[in-house]
């Protein structure tokens, strides 16, 4: 199947029903026990520093663990399947001191075994295709936000530099032949629209255009993203690219996250995609709420015709992604809502003129 053919499948499943993601990676990595060994591999042998706790890095060393846990989510009834590449941009692996060639093996190889194994899953279930979300994570380092409480301006990277990350990433992840790009984990509203310049300015000059998903976090109880947005404004900030679906993933779990997507749902005239946490972690990291607990949570939100795509974030694992699956089967997507023109602007609060 042609990507353009397998574009027009998810377009055309969107508006059947409602599409599921897969879920934690970190959580299902972790239950591997790896070495530092694992993260190495041949290629990375005599590499200076540690490696261990670099995922992402797996789609070069440990490639048969990344086809696996693809595997795992597409059995457990996932529609879409991240590539293993959260981190990989040249910014965000410099803290492990790789190059600019590593990192765009590791987005052109994560996007490959993702690949392979939807198409294999397509085969199998012709009539459930698979599909590949490309995985754009956040930066550790911010435009919006200053790195020196004693100087408002200070910064640790600059817009280009960020944009020009991010569009080695998309240009790799692009040829590694994904459907579509996912934005997730959002704490930086700036560091997204480089992404998505990024993205825009390499379709202008003739890359094959991918439908785009944004997905932002919010924090805490206070209802806005670390840059400080609330739901709404985040909204206006990036509904010039026309986005595919836009939601909110990660920070916390489904009964708290509840309020910011229903806003969400009601001011976007896209699709609303949300894939919570496993509930909030206890005293030691780990997360508690169990799979069922998980599903009747976003069962309710399907039934309120909130939502669109639907998965897990961390703590989440393909029997939580089983049990949720099996909760929205049936269940009607929701429908967009169609707004009346005006201007809408945003800051840290959205601004609306009729």
Known sequence: ?????????????????????????????????????????????????QLKGNNDILCLTRPDIIA?????????????????????TVI???????DAAAVRDINL?????????????????????????????PLNKMLSMSSDVNDPGARLVSFDEVYAAYRDQILALNEGGVDLY???????????????????DLEDEGLEHLPVWISGTITDRSGRTLSGQTAEAFWNSVRHSRPFAVGFNCALGADLMRPHIAEMSRVADTLVAAYPNAGLPNAFGEYDEAPHQTAHELEDWARQGLLNIVGG??????????????????????????????????????????
């Not at 042609?2 to 969107?14: G, K």
């Not at 696996?68 to 990989?88: K, M, P, R, V």
């Not at 996912?182 to 825009?200: M, P, R, S």
């Open 1 to 49: 199947m042609s990507r353009s053919s397998r574009i027009a499948a998810l377009e055309r499943a969107a508006r059947e029903r409602i599409l599921v993601l897969d879920g934690s990676w970190g959580v299902m990595i972790q239950k591997r026990g790896l070495t530092e060994a694992d993260f190495r591999g041949e290629r990375f042998a005599a590499h200076p520093g």
């Open 68 to 88: 696996d846990l693809h595997g795992q989510y597409f059995a457990a009834g996932a529609d879409i399947s991240e590539t293993n590449t959260f981190s990989s």
């Open 92 to 98: 965000a692996q410099d803290d492990y001191h790789l």
């Open 109 to 137: 190889e994560g996007a490959r075994i993702a690949r392979r194994v939807a198409d294999e899953w397509t085969v199998r279930q012709p009539s459930k295709p698979r599909f590949v979300a490309g995985s754009v994570g």
């Open 182 to 200: 996912l934005i997730e984990t959002i704490t930086d509203t700036l560091n997204c629209k480089a992404a998505l310049k990024a993205i825009l």
């Open 313 to 354: 974030c961390c703590g989440t694992t393909p029997d939580h992604i089983r049990h949720v699956a099996e909760a929205v089967a049936g269940l009607a997507p929701r429908r967009p809502p169609q707004r009346p023109r005006a201007l809408r602007l945003s800051g840290l609060e959205p601004f609306e003129l009729a």
